[in-house]
């Protein structure tokens, strides 16, 4: 009797042997990381978007999910299945905003979901004929008390400005609170042309690349190169916009040397706040902006607005972006072929850790561009980098937004 039990349980010893112990549950994945852009096409009525994400500990593979819905891409079924950490998207409808999340999978085992992020396709473009020129929009804080206690005084932050212009070197510089820059001195932006100035809002250009348009022989109504008023036609093509309430814009009617074409450029700056009330103020504001450019245009020339806009779309009352695009305009982040650290705010706060907001970025800092006359190659969050960190000294609690663009 014991042989046969000890012989039965010798065998069932010996068959898990070499079967095998039942086998363990595969690793979960761990949560992907945050997804950002890195591209965007248009062919035809059919549009493009590329993104990428890092690797997740323990992913064989990744799922997909994307919806028109920030609430609809968590219902939503798999979209794409990749072994890759990237991803070309294909076939989707142009001037469509789409939402996206990825999670990874090992085996039958599925680890979270990535934040949720979103990315509106290329509605139309130019021809891209002309040669592409840079734009960047930076305000300087160079004014309020809460400027020097933030970053110290201009003399202080100088330099980096300067390094930044000889680095990047844009054809256009739209500036904000510059009125440290007032005087139009050779040595506040070298190698660059003041073209408009009020009202701490500047527009220069390199003078290698765009001179200012005048009529005839007259000579502008400045001061040291500061307009004694504003006014919304000057003797030369250029001058300012009343926004109402004391805000302005000044714009700049500008030759490219190179091939003669004409383009308006604008630098603006509207009222802050969170509330709708201030809201309300910016829609109104935008309003007489589009009004005055369009007044300023007869001839219906190229037009580029730059600016900090005091508002981005994370807003439920981000309401003046909806008079843009009702105008034609459409932010030059959404028609950009390529986009750099879209995540990190372009305003900083003074602070040299990035900011970093999922789903849209939060700039405030933007560049307006009408879509069917502008191929918009880049758009980038410009600020100088020291590592993971923006480089010290800041020049303002603002980081500079960079756009290259060739306009129709």
Request: net charge positive.
């Amino acid at each position: 009797m014991w042989s046969r039990v000890s012989a039965a349980v010798v065998g069932a010893v010996l068959v898990v042997g070499l079967l095998g112990a039942p086998a363990e549950a595969a690793a979960k994945p761990s949560k992907v990381g945050l997804i950002t852009f890195t591209g965007a096409s248009l062919s035809g009525t059919k549009a493009s978007l590329t993104l990428r994400w890092p690797a997740a500990r323990n992913a064989r593979s990744y799922e997909l999910f994307i919806s028109p819905s920030y609430s609809g891409v968590l219902k939503a079924k798999v979209y794409k299945r990749t072994s890759k950490t990237s991803i070309t998207l294909a076939g989707l409808k142009r001037g469509a905003t789409y939402f996206i999340t990825v999670r990874g999978v090992n085996g039958s085992t599925k680890g979270a979901r990535a934040s949720r992020v979103g990315r509106t396709t290329i509605v139309s473009q130019g021809s891209g004929a002309h040669a592409p020129r840079s734009v960047t929009t930076w305000n300087l804080c160079t004014e309020k008390s809460g400027c020097v206690s933030g970053g110290g005084a201009w003399s202080r932050r100088q330099a980096a400005f300067q390094a930044f212009v000889k680095a990047r070197k844009p054809s256009v510089i739209a500036l904000q609170e510059s009125k440290v820059l007032a005087s139009g001195r050779p040595t506040a932006v070298p190698d660059y042309t003041r073209a408009a100035y009020y009202s701490s809002k500047s527009l220069f250009l390199d003078s290698s690349v765009y001179g200012v348009v005048t009529k005839g022989d007259a000579t502008r109504d400045e001061i040291d190169g500061t307009l004694r008023e504003c006014r919304e036609a000057d003797d030369g093509r250029y001058g300012c916009f009343s926004l109402g309430g004391g805000k302005y814009a000044v714009w700049a009617e500008v030759e490219d040397l190179a091939t003669g074409q004409h383009v308006i450029y604008v630098s603006v700056h509207l009222t802050s706040g969170k509330s709708d009330a201030a809201a309300r103020t910016r829609r109104t504001e935008v309003t007489r902006l589009v009004d005055a450019v369009a007044k300023a245009n007869p001839d219906g020339l190229p037009v580029v607005l730059a600016g900090d806009w005091n508002s981005h779309r994370n807003r439920s009352n981000d309401w003046q972006a909806s008079v843009l695009r009702a105008a034609g305009y459409r932010d030059a982040f959404d028609l950009a072929r390529s986009v750099g650290r879209q995540h990190h705010n372009s305003y900083n706060d003074w602070e040299t850790s990035p900011t970093t907001s999922v789903t849209w970025g939060d700039h405030v800092d933007k560049v307006w561009v009408v879509p069917g006359r502008s191929v918009v190659s880049r758009w980038e969050n410009a600020a100088p980098m020291a590592g993971t960190r923006y480089a010290a000294p800041l020049v303002s609690d603002h980081n500079p937004v960079l756009v290259r663009v060739s306009l129709d």
